[in-house]
């Protein structure tokens, strides 16, 4: 470690309590019996808790941190910025940041997706994308093309519209149904990564586009691996077959890669393992590496255009933070260190694989035990599927006391740990997981 942390200040349990007291959790109830952790220090893959123990971390902080913590060339780029500026409005004024930025996704981005939009997180660059979609096609005369069709088991964010479009049941849509937006849905793509694609896997998808394709603004999807709704892996062929459906029966294509995003599945894009490109996408979570919240929506010079020549001429959207320039600067930094760093002598795709390999091998044993439903592996993430739910509050202190940080949900035990997690790491992280999913197995 490079740095020792800081001697702390309150002792492990008065931190606990007034957390309770006082702080909500993602998902979480006031006064809950959940457990909770205090933590002092991450640094590289490894997650120092408040009361001294130490966790390899399974989960990238929900995917974002793909260099690891602490990462000193990501902590720089944070602090140069912080002498030049830490803000500054983006109406009327620009910093260089933000070009860079949206200059290089614009370059790295499938297609032409040339157009960038700058916002504060990956359910506002839904959102955004949404009114992109809604706002062409107003300005193509078309206003009653206005709903959106998704897919079930799909998550697309927290927010209202951003929830409209995500799984009517695990989302909820019961609840908030006085005020969320009727979308319509088809059925989650059941064809495998590897699998051959039949009609009968497109069925509900064609159904829905022909059906309704006049009231349909765009498709909203998460290409190749639904994530939070389910880690689903299905057949490029699948999104091949809906880009052609979009096509033919003039649907606009939004790719939600908030999660995917930047390697994670061994392309630099999930959409890249059907060759197809989007007409608008959305990045997040993955985008400064876990440092600073920042998304962006991208969208196709066509759309742009058709949105300047719609009634209000402007995409109607303006977040305070836009283009914030720290967010930028480590963005701008984290993406350099991925596309020209290497590993131990490997580029990016090549420890993408690495981790895949590690991924398959060190889940294999999970393969055999009764209570697995399924093992699958696609890039950088690894997944458990268990033929029964779990109870997250009873098991979560299993993996902590395994020294590992794995979160699960449902029936779902799965890691995506950070890109630079050495092989030794990803042993341990995968041996340790399976002595829990065993023991999980026993009770
Ligand atoms: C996490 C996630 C979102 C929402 O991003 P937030 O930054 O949490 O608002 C949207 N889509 C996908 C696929 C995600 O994984």
Not at 78 to 98: C, K, N, S, Y
Not at 241 to 261: K, M, P, S, W
Not at 293 to 304: D, E, R
Not at 328 to 336: P, T
Request: with cysteine; hydrophobic share 40%; proline share 6%.
């Amino acid at each position: 470690m490079s740095q020792k942390p800081p001697s702390p200040s309150l002792d492990t349990q008065t931190l606990i309590e007034w957390d309770k007291q006082h702080v909500w959790h993602p998902y979480s109830a006031v006064n809950s019996l959940a457990p909770i952790y205090p933590v002092s220090h991450a640094e590289g893959v490894r997650i120092t808790l408040h009361d001294g123990r130490e966790l390899i971390d399974g989960m990238s902080s929900w995917w974002s941190v793909l260099h690891g913590y602490n990462h000193p060339e990501l902590n720089q780029a944070v602090r140069d910025q912080l002498d030049h500026m830490a803000h500054i409005m983006f109406g009327g004024l620009t910093h260089e940041p933000a070009i860079t930025l949206c200059k290089h996704l614009a370059k790295i981005a499938p297609g032409a997706l040339e157009k960038v939009f700058l916002c504060d997180s990956g359910s506002v660059a839904i959102e955004v994308a949404m009114k992109m979609a809604l706002q062409y096609w107003h300005s193509q005369g078309k206003p009653e093309k206005n709903r959106l069709l998704s897919l079930s088991g799909g998550y697309h964010g927290d927010t209202f519209a951003a929830m409209s479009v995500c799984d009517p049941v695990t989302g909820m849509h019961h609840l908030f149904q006085q005020n969320l937006t009727q979308q319509f849905f088809c059925e989650k793509p059941t064809c495998g990564f590897n699998e051959p694609l039949q009609a009968i896997h497109l069925k509900s998808v064609t159904t829905q586009i022909e059906t309704h394709h006049k009231h349909i603004a765009a498709v909203v999807l998460e290409p190749i691996v639904q994530g939070t709704g389910g880690m689903n892996f299905y057949s490029p062929d699948y999104l091949k077959a809906v880009r052609q459906l979009c096509n033919e029966f003039n649907v606009l294509l939004i790719a939600d890669e908030i999660a995917t995003g930047l390697g994670r599945t061994g392309k630099l894009f999930a959409c890249e393992h059907a060759g197809i490109a989007p007409d608008i996408l959305c990045l997040g979570k993955t985008l400064t590496a876990g440092y600073i919240t920042l998304a962006a929506t991208l969208c196709t010079p066509t759309i742009a255009q058709g949105i300047a020549e719609g009634e209000a001429a402007v995409l109607m959207h303006g977040p305070t933070y836009m283009g914030n320039p720290l967010a930028c600067a480590v963005a701008n930094k984290s993406l350099d260190l991925l596309l020209h760093h290497t590993w131990e002598g490997l580029n990016w795709q090549g420890n993408i694989k690495r981790l895949e390999q590690g991924l398959n091998t060190g889940l294999a044993p999970c393969r055999a035990l009764p209570h697995v439903k399924d093992v699958r592996v696609l890039g950088a993430i690894g997944v458990v599927e268990l033929t029964h739910p779990v109870a997250l509050d009873d098991v979560q202190d299993l993996f902590v006391q395994a020294g590992i940080w794995v979160r699960p949900f449902g029936k779902l035990v799965y890691i995506m740990p950070p890109y630079v997690m050495n092989d030794n790491d990803l042993d341990f992280l995968t041996h340790q997981l399976t002595q829990v999913v065993k023991r999980i197995g026993q009770r």
